[in-house]
């Protein structure tokens, strides 16, 4: 249910780079939560959990790479600005 509210959020908050690539962020934390939560039971836990995990890492350094050369282009992180 979290989740869903999570994308609700990121929908209709989207105006800074920043503040969508932490909501995607925290996402993805909830994914592998729930992940964790519902696969607690099985032996493939572990080496899943980190293939996820590993996953959201590149993913948030891509994040903040395509962050930075936004701001470098644009002067600031408004994704609606007209500058």
């Known amino acids: 249910m979290s989740i869903i509210f999570m994308i609700y959020v ?15 962020e925290f996402i993805t934390l909830l994914m592998l939560v729930g992940y964790i939560l519902l ?7 572990i080496p899943m959990f980190i293939i996820l995990l590993s996953f959201s890492v590149c993913e948030a350094a891509l994040g ?6 936004f701001i470098k282009l644009k002067g600031n992180d408004m994704l609606m600005s007209n500058k």
């Open 39 to 45: 696969s607690s039971g099985f032996l493939m836990e």
């Open 64 to 69: 903040l790479t395509v962050l930075l050369s």
């Open 10 to 24: 990121f929908f209709i908050s989207c105006n800074h780079v920043l503040s969508s690539l932490i909501i995607l």
